[in-house]
């Protein structure tokens, strides 16, 4: 069974500061592994992804997240946050051998950047 | 990138109707389409994956008389709600993902309010 954690509803942050959003993730075997942000009554839209390769990934929008293995952690990351950046953003999962290409969404974390 | 389309984006409908909701993907063929369901303030459930051509793979408890799924063609997937009811308001979210590719992307999605 493959499982996403997403520790923190909401994340507050000042603008111009850097913001983390927390991941951490359950699978059998290796992941693969994405972000995708929702704005208010859209659907989700492509961040980024870790399939393989480096543990840094870069994505759209200035945002980069780490894959660490051994925390079983994706973090995301942007080191100075926009007040056009707040939004609900998912993590999700798949096992790589995983025949059915589901994917597993974390419960997302409302990011609030104040001016 | 990759654009996924909805139709409609938003329907209000009487209980006991049907409402068909349609996911095209603009610009790529997708062997895969998956329907999500979403209520307000929390993250997306997996209802459904759709194979062009073949049966949809329904989740636990989704209902596939309630929730008909049709793949007929690479860039079409629809999702008939039948005899819907008040319960069944959600938000509706599709989405697709390129052949041999990981990256799923989503469509706008669907907000059904059953009267």
């Known amino acids: 069974a493959q499982s996403v954690a997403q520790p923190e509803d909401q994340v507050n942050v000042a603008e111009g500061n850097p913001l983390t959003v927390k991941c951490t993730y359950s699978v059998s075997g290796n992941p693969y592994l994405f972000w995708y942000v929702q704005y208010p009554n859209r659907g989700l839209q492509f961040l980024l992804k870790?399939?393989?390769?480096?543990?840094l990934v870069k994505g759209s929008y200035g945002f980069e997240a780490e894959f660490n293995k051994s925390q079983t952690s994706f973090h995301l990351k942007k080191p100075s946050a926009l007040v056009s950046d707040s939004a609900l953003y998912f993590c999700?999962?798949?096992?790589?051998?995983?025949?059915?290409?589901?994917?597993?969404f974390g419960g997302g974390t409302r990011l609030m950047v104040k001016p | 990138g990759a654009v996924v389309s909805q139709h409609p984006s938003w329907v209000i409908c009487k209980s006991g109707t049907s409402v068909k909701i349609e996911c095209r993907s603009l610009?790529?063929?997708?062997?895969?389409m998956f329907w999500y369901r979403q209520f307000p303030k929390q993250s997306l459930m997996l209802m459904a994956t759709s194979n062009e051509g073949s049966k949809a793979t329904y989740e636990q408890g989704v209902e596939k008389d309630k929730f008909l799924i049709n793949h007929a063609s690479l860039t079409l997937s629809t999702l008939t709600v039948t005899s819907a009811h008040p319960e069944d308001s959600s938000f509706y979210i599709c989405?697709?993902?390129?052949?041999?590719?990981?990256?799923?992307?989503f469509g706008p999605g669907t907000r059904l309010l059953v009267l």
């Open positions: 989405s697709a993902r390129l052949a041999g590719l990981e990256t799923q992307y």
């Open positions: 610009d790529f063929q997708a062997t895969t």
């Open positions: 999700a999962v798949r096992e790589i051998h995983n025949a059915g290409n589901m994917l597993t």
């Open positions: 870790y399939i393989t390769g480096d543990n």
